[in-house]
């Protein structure tokens, strides 16, 4: 049975690909969610980190995720996933990125390479060869569909104001309208609190988990930490909702407070 992994798989696509000129995640900081679904409090969780990472003699930012079923859906289901993907320091442009996830004996390994004097973007599938192929980079803002979520807390939309984006759904670019719906109260890994709440939806012919019915909502706290504290995906296989447990502000940040 294939929708634990299915569930969990929607949430952790998670690796930014290019956020204008500021990434979702910069140095030193970090998320963690803890992911149920339906009676299972305790399904699984969601680790996003970012560093500091030097590759002859160029700096970049290397955002990482981990995913992975726990408690009982592991036993049940066992998932693990994981993202690596490295930015320019000097323009936060992507340069390359690698994912793999494990379901028992069904694996996943694949990696994407950019060129942007070309415009292109080689997505490499290395076990099945078939399905690697060459990307058109789009133009103006695009990245994956979580980290564009996380991003979305700095983008300061009020109730009715949207933003059109590129997301990277494996090997091809979705087309999505992220509109913020309405503040309302909901609740949090610390309990209740008033929030955004936001709804991206694609623009043009559904696909992928769209065109299946599939639907997400993220929820940006209404307050001065803007901070995305809840997620949902809905497949046809269930409800997945993925909680905030954790929150550790960038270097910078934290050298600015220690300095005050």
Do not use: C
């Amino acid at each position: 049975m294939q929708l634990p992994r299915l569930i969990l798989a929607g949430l952790i696509l998670a690796s930014t690909v290019r956020a204008e000129t500021t990434n979702a995640l910069r140095a030193g900081e970090s998320y963690s969610y803890r992911v149920s679904w339906g009676p299972f409090f305790d399904a699984g969780e969601i680790n996003l980190t970012a560093a500091t990472d030097t590759t002859n003699g160029l700096d970049r930012l290397r955002i990482t995720t981990r995913t992975s079923s726990r408690g009982i859906i592991r036993v049940l289901f066992p998932f693990d996933g994981a993202g690596d993907s490295f930015f320019d320091g000097r323009d936060g442009r992507l340069l390359e990125a690698h994912a793999t996830t494990q379901a028992r004996s069904d694996k996943t390994d694949a990696s994407i390479l950019f060129d942007y004097r070309t415009a292109k973007a080689v997505y490499t599938d290395h076990l099945k060869p078939k399905r690697s192929t060459t990307l058109a980079v789009p133009e103006g803002q695009f990245s994956d569909f979580i980290t564009t979520l996380i991003q979305a807390r700095q983008w300061n939309l009020s109730p009715g104001q949207s933003r059109e984006v590129h997301v990277l759904f494996d090997n091809e670019f979705y087309h999505l309208n992220i509109t913020a719906e309405r503040i309302e109260k909901i609740s949090t890994a610390d309990g209740k609190k008033s929030a955004l709440l936001l709804i991206p939806r694609m623009v043009g012919k559904p696909k992928g988990m769209f065109r299946k019915g599939g639907e997400v909502r993220v929820w940006i706290a209404d307050d001065t930490t803007r901070l995305p504290v809840r997620f949902e995906v809905k497949l046809q296989v269930g409800t997945a909702v993925a909680l905030l447990t954790a929150h550790t502000e960038p270097d910078s940040q934290r050298v600015t407070l220690a300095a005050q």
